[in-house]
């Protein structure tokens, strides 16, 4: 039997042919394919104005600067998230302010944002951990209330939708990463949609050296810009990937479908919310019954290794790793992040995946339960 993986991205003969069509032209950095796939995902985003970039960090980061956040500011955000999250926060010289997250969605609980806001706190980065997305309605409630931006760090999310709109289509900023492992790929990159067109512009320049050219051929500078272009090798990928969105969406729902079908919880661990309309699945994740188990979560994931499965773990609890606890976060902090991060892991779910590889996924956790059972 072949390994199976937690994830892998699926790539057709098209975009392989046109990835080469690209390096054949003789321009392979930004240029016509990059802003093909911008207003490619304009459309996909209500027509909103998109700008593409060399990674969903960058945009982040881009988003931070945009909104004027810095040094004495406070960002709003989950502990239970890449640490890109947080990571752009401390990058912009900004302090991440976090919430704990609901254990049933394993999201920023919203319930306790408005207690986390001081006269510092300039912005809410809500996470849609595994695709499932936070309420929209009542963060921008709380946003509006409060005069507070939002920074949607939907890396996860793209696909996903809120009441029928897509993730993108509506609200503050919204940032997509489109690395390897997300539900929409171009190697690594991302893309940053825009609350106003007026932003395009300064949003160009802190993507590359802060240059403006003028029509008369010469050049000025006046704000720090970083490097974070995309390449057009990578916009053919991502160009490659857009007319598949709602069949991976489709495919991989259907997956999750077979894990809540085959999957059985009298043996003790967690699932995730059962959503088939809004969520995009980017991951199936549970969270493993360890005090009915006689061996850790790194034991399980290399037993189910053995069996040629691949699983993850997204993520554990961020605010205690050291350049968090460094600004005063310590174990106890966030119960529920902590408890959730301890126990989480992510099954296989890719758009190649098969009904009878979730069976197989099955069969191997309900045997390596059973054999550690205490
Ligand atoms: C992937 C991811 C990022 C960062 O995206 P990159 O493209 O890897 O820089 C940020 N936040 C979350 C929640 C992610 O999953």
């Known amino acids: 039997m072949s390994f199976l993986p937690f994830t892998r991205p699926t790539i057709d003969e098209a975009t392989i ?13 930004t240029g016509p394919k990059c802003r093909e796939f911008e207003a490619a995902l304009s459309q996909h985003c209500g027509g909103r104005t998109v700008r593409a970039f060399s990674s969903g960090t960058a945009t982040l980061e881009v988003a931070l600067r945009l909104a004027d956040i810095g040094p004495g500011d406070e960002v709003i955000t989950t502990p239970l998230s890449w640490v890109a999250t947080a990571n752009v926060i401390l990058t912009v010289g900004a302090r991440p302010a976090f919430v704990d997250i609901d254990p049933l969605t394993r999201n920023i609980d919203l319930s306790k944002v408005e207690a986390a806001i001081t006269p ?16 929209r309605d009542r963060l921008y409630a709380i946003a509006q209330q409060h ?13 996903a939708n809120w009441k029928g709109k897509p993730i993108g289509s509506f609200g503050d900023f919204v940032s997509f990463s489109f690395h390897a492992n997300k539900n929409l ?11 106003d067109a007026n932003l395009a512009p300064l949003t160009e320049q802190l993507r590359l050296q802060g240059v403006v050219r003028h029509p008369d051929g010469e050049m000025s500078v006046d704000v720090v810009g970083g490097k974070s272009n ?25 997956l999750a479908r077979a ?13 995730p919310v059962a959503d088939f309309t809004q969520s995009n699945w980017h991951m199936f994740q549970i969270l493993l019954p360890l005090e009915r188990m006689s061996i850790s979560r790194g034991e399980f994931i290399a ?16 605010h205690l790793f050291n350049i968090f606890r460094q600004i005063g976060y310590r174990e106890g902090d966030f119960p529920q992040a902590e408890a959730v991060g301890r126990r989480i892991v992510s099954l296989p779910l890719f758009p190649a995946m098969t009904l009878q590889d979730v069976s197989r996924v099955c069969t191997a956790i309900s045997a390596v339960l059973k054999e550690t059972q205490r």
Not at 147 to 159: C, H, K, N, P, T
Not at 303 to 318: C, D, L, Q, S, T
Request: zero cysteines.
């Open 303 to 318: 037993r189910m290794k053995e069996r040629e499965i691949g699983v993850g773990v997204h993520y554990p609890a961020m």
């Open 147 to 159: 005069g507070l931006r939002v920074i949607e760090d939907a890396a996860q999310s793209f696909g």
């Open 17 to 29: 042919q046109s990835v080469a069509e690209v390096l054949r032209s003789g321009w392979i950095t």
């Open 185 to 195: 790929t171009t190697g690594e990159g991302g893309a940053l949609v825009l609350p």
């Open 120 to 135: 510092r706190t300039k912005a809410i980065m809500p996470v849609d951990l595994a695709g499932l997305p936070v309420d």
């Open 230 to 254: 995309l390449t057009d090798i990578a916009a053919a990928i991502g160009l490659g990937q857009l007319p598949h969105l709602a069949a991976f969406t489709a495919q991989r729902r259907a």
């Open 259 to 271: 894990y809540f079908d085959s999957l059985d919880p009298t043996l003790g661990y967690t699932l």
